[in-house]
């Protein structure tokens, strides 16, 4: 058995525990749908790294319906923007059915882009062009999400559009209110499309990734949407994801999450990974009842609740050695002494705080030199460049000698001899060089 194979196991054991639960019945109101194996019952996951587990059925292919909804959104958001989507829908939960008429008073705005007539809406905000039809650009996205060419199911496609008066009308009665840019016929005729697109469990885990991955797909590399529409989407999804009862779901289980009436659901690990489910049979509330306790399940059990320690970082400070702890440079001969802070990791606000109070630390008369060793730091961040950069500055202007060690020179600073200044921090290769300028050795 190789190694990863506990995390299979674990997928594993899911699946077996979960797979007894008969409750719940599959979607009718599309007949197509009412042909699904309620057997049916798969788990996918994928990590940042791209490595795909999974259970049970995860190959079996079904249609997205409102899981699609997320990834339209974050597409309009990505081509329009969240203030000029926010026009159109707004991004509060509408305590109500997934098809109810979640509509503003005055202004029959949807409140979201989860539920039917929010999603409506964001499909038709997609620009239509004859070089790119709005619902190629729609498959197109969709299927970069997945990372492989995803497409469509056209008898469920037929069996909604035959039956699906009920979106028709919430369209009508939102053009009647005012916000829908085109026609209500030909919006919801491409929201069916889209709600009929076909995946497997594993392409939802890996679109469910590539959200938590900062828009970027972790099987092909691909930027699909930028960081912050990301960040949007999943802000939105755990707000309002799992329609009334995304309280509840964001109460115990604390994951930005999406159910549709195939029986898929996703759940967002954001910067861990993306989980999906695949079980047909429903609960009251449209979400796969097998999907639900498994998710669930393991939200508690990996510790994965968004409220639950978020990011604590490991240590980031290896070394604080103010001057007195330093053995004086020299036989006999007293030198100015200088304070070393050494730091680790990835660098950002959280991180360089703690380096920033170290450096004071390390300095209790507040006039000595300093070396900040980064040699084992992995990143920088914009912010924390921002914080170093400053917080070293004012060291350095208060006449201080302040020595940055980091081959990679992350902080961008001149070397000893470059120019800048006495006020500006200097940057060395290696530590000893650092120490022998600060001394006032090495070339000022
Ligand atoms: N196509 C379905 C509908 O509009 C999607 C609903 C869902 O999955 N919750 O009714």
Same mark, same amino acid.
Request: hydrophobic share 45%; net charge negative.
């Given at each position: 058995?190789?190694?990863?194979?506990?995390?299979?196991?674990?997928?594993?054991?899911?699946?077996?525990?979960?797979?007894?639960?008969?409750?719940?019945?599959?979607?009718?109101?599309?007949?197509?749908?009412?042909?699904?194996?309620?057997?049916?019952?798969?788990?996918?996951?994928?990590?940042?790294?791209?490595?795909?587990?999974?259970?049970?059925?995860?190959?079996?292919?079904?249609?997205?319906?409102?899981?699609?909804?997320?990834?339209?959104?974050?597409?309009?958001?990505?081509?329009?923007?969240?203030?000029?989507?926010?026009?159109?829908?707004?991004?509060?939960?509408?305590?109500?059915?997934?098809?109810?008429?979640?509509?503003?008073?005055?202004?029959?705005?949807?409140?979201?882009?989860?539920?039917?007539?929010?999603?409506?809406?964001?499909?038709?905000?997609?620009?239509?062009?004859?070089?790119?039809?709005?619902?190629?650009?729609?498959?197109?996205?969709?299927? @970069?999400?997945?990372?492989?060419?995803?497409?469509?199911?056209?008898?469920?496609?037929?069996?909604?559009?035959?039956?699906?008066?009920?979106?028709?009308?919430?369209?009508?009665?939102?053009?009647?209110?005012?916000?829908?840019?085109?026609?209500?016929?030909?919006?919801?005729?491409?929201?069916?499309?889209?709600?009929?697109?076909?995946?497997?469990?594993?392409?939802?885990?890996?679109?469910?990734?590539?959200?938590?991955?900062?828009?970027?797909?972790?099987?092909? &590399?691909?930027?699909?949407?930028?960081?912050?529409?990301?960040?949007?989407?999943?802000?939105?999804?755990?707000?309002?994801?799992?329609?009334? &009862?995304?309280?509840?779901?964001?109460?115990?289980?604390?994951?930005?999450?999406?159910?549709?009436?195939?029986?898929?659901?996703?759940?967002?690990?954001?910067?861990?990974? &993306?989980?999906?489910?695949?079980?047909?049979?429903?609960?009251?509330?449209?979400?796969?009842? @097998?999907?639900?306790?498994?998710?669930?399940?393991?939200?508690?059990?990996?510790?994965?609740?968004?409220?639950?320690?978020?990011?604590?970082?490991?240590?980031?400070?290896?070394?604080?050695?103010?001057?007195?702890?330093?053995?004086?440079?020299?036989?006999?001969?007293?030198?100015?002494?200088?304070?070393?802070?050494?730091?680790?990791?990835?660098?950002?606000?959280?991180?360089?705080?703690?380096?920033?109070?170290?450096?004071?630390?390390?300095?209790?008369?507040?006039?000595?030199?300093?070396?900040?060793?980064?040699?084992?730091?992995?990143?920088?961040?914009? #912010?924390?460049?921002?914080?170093?950069?400053?917080?070293?500055?004012?060291?350095?202007?208060?006449?201080?000698?302040?020595? #940055?060690?980091?081959?990679?020179?992350?902080?961008?600073?001149?070397?000893?001899?470059?120019?800048?200044?006495?006020? #500006?921090?200097?940057?060395?290769?290696?530590?000893?060089?650092?120490?022998?300028?600060?001394?006032?050795?090495?070339?000022?």
């Amino acid at each position: 058995m190789s190694a990863a194979e506990a995390v299979t196991e674990a997928l594993r054991e899911l699946h077996a525990r979960f797979a007894p639960l008969g409750e719940g019945s599959v979607a009718e109101y599309i007949p197509q749908l009412a042909r699904s194996d309620p057997g049916a019952f798969g788990l996918a996951l994928v990590s940042m790294d791209g490595h795909r587990y999974g259970a049970g059925d995860t190959t079996v292919p079904f249609t997205l319906q409102s899981v699609s909804k997320p990834f339209v959104y974050a597409l309009a958001l990505s081509l329009l923007g969240l203030d000029e989507v926010g026009r159109w829908v707004n991004a509060e939960p509408s305590g109500e059915a997934y098809n109810a008429i979640s509509l503003e008073p005055d202004t029959g705005r949807p409140d979201n882009a989860m539920v039917n007539a929010g999603a409506i809406i964001t499909t038709a905000l997609i620009p239509d062009t004859s070089g790119a039809p709005r619902f190629e650009r729609v498959l197109d996205c969709l299927s @970069r999400f997945a990372g492989r060419e995803l497409d469509v199911d056209e008898q469920v496609y037929a069996s909604e559009a035959a039956t699906g008066d009920r979106n028709r009308a919430l369209a009508y009665l939102i053009r009647s209110t005012g916000p829908l840019p085109v026609d209500p016929v030909a919006a919801v005729d491409t929201y069916f499309r889209q709600c009929a697109v076909r995946a497997t469990a594993t392409d939802l885990a890996a679109m469910a990734a590539t959200l938590a991955h900062g828009g970027v797909n972790p099987l092909t &590399g691909e930027a699909v949407v930028p960081g912050p529409v990301a960040a949007q989407t999943l802000a939105v999804m755990a707000t309002c994801g799992m329609y009334d &009862g995304s309280g509840d779901w964001l109460l115990r289980v604390g994951l930005p999450a999406k159910s549709g009436v195939s029986g898929g659901l996703i759940a967002v690990s954001p910067a861990r990974f &993306g989980l999906a489910a695949y079980s047909p049979r429903l609960d009251p509330t449209g979400t796969s009842v @097998r999907g639900r306790a498994a998710v669930g399940a393991l939200s508690e059990e990996l510790g994965l609740h968004l409220m639950h320690n978020p990011a604590l970082a490991g240590s980031t400070v290896t070394l604080i050695a103010t001057p007195d702890e330093l053995p004086t440079a020299g036989a006999g001969v007293p030198r100015e002494r200088v304070a070393v802070v050494a730091a680790q990791g990835a660098l950002d606000f959280t991180a360089a705080e703690r380096v920033l109070y170290a450096l004071d630390e390390a300095r209790p008369g507040g006039t000595e030199p300093v070396v900040l060793d980064l040699t084992e730091v992995t990143g920088v961040d914009r #912010v924390a460049f921002t914080m170093l950069s400053g917080g070293l500055g004012r060291i350095a202007a208060s006449g201080a000698r302040t020595a #940055v060690v980091d081959r990679a020179d992350r902080l961008a600073l001149p070397g000893p001899g470059e120019p800048g200044g006495p006020a #500006v921090p200097r940057g060395f290769a290696t530590r000893a060089r650092a120490l022998a300028w600060c001394t006032g050795d090495g070339p000022g």
